[in-house]
């Protein structure tokens, strides 16, 4: 997400997500994909150097960045060794970094997509689950200067009713029995999703 300041009033003119879409897909074993859509408002004004977070946890795979209808470069960066990266109040080990030109109009669409292979997780704390851990990075929004519009979470494959969160007050609920969902408007959000698909069992990844 973009370095911007604390959120400013309605009027003042700046880049802003309307609208975000994420869509996490299962696609067999342990692996998943990550489908993020992002709406922007006054997007003429969006140009500048952004970053997208990579945990310890889930080291990102085919990471890819489209903005505005055309694919542009991302570069994975890594700080000195003992060093992180700040992004809002968390500090990260890794960030795919890439540089958006204005919009040629008021509205234009960024994309990114991604895959994870998650990690066997054993919850005691709270579920007394195991199961395949899945988390999906929210917080870094608390640097856009203006509220997230809308936010939809889509989380597809895994039984829903087996997916429990984790330290999180994400509270999202089942359309299907294999879609699980979460929606929000005028979002800031305090938490990250974080997810524990119970009683599935451990894998080789492929």
């Known amino acids: 997400m973009h370095p911007n300041a604390a959120i400013t009033s309605a009027n003042e003119e700046v880049p802003y997500v309307s609208h975000e879409t994420v869509t996490i897909t299962w696609l067999g074993q342990s692996r998943f ?15 500048g150097d952004y970053a997208f977070p990579e945990t310890s946890a889930f080291p990102l795979e085919n990471f890819a960045v489209n903005w505005a209808g055309k694919n ?47 990690p066997y997780w054993r919850e005691k704390k709270f579920f007394n689950a195991e199961g395949l851990y899945i988390e999906y990075i929210l917080t870094t929004a608390q640097t856009w200067r203006k509220l997230i519009g809308t936010v939809e979470i889509h989380v597809l494959g895994p039984t829903c009713k087996d997916l429990l969160p984790v330290e999180s007050d994400l509270k999202g609920k089942c359309l299907s029995p294999q879609h699980w969902n979460f929606h929000a408007n005028n979002f800031v959000p305090q938490d990250d999703l974080r997810l524990i698909w119970r009683q599935h069992r451990q894998k080789a990844s492929p």
Do not use: C, D, M, W
């Open 72 to 118: 542009i470069k991302a570069e994975y960066f890594v700080p000195p060794p003992g060093r992180y990266l700040r992004l809002g109040n968390t500090y990260y080990p890794a960030v795919y970094r890439y540089r958006k030109a204005a919009a040629q109009s008021q509205e234009a669409e960024q994309i990114i997509r991604y895959e994870f292979v998650a």
């Open 33 to 47: 994909s990550v489908i993020v859509n992002y709406q922007f408002r006054n997007a003429h004004l969006a140009a």
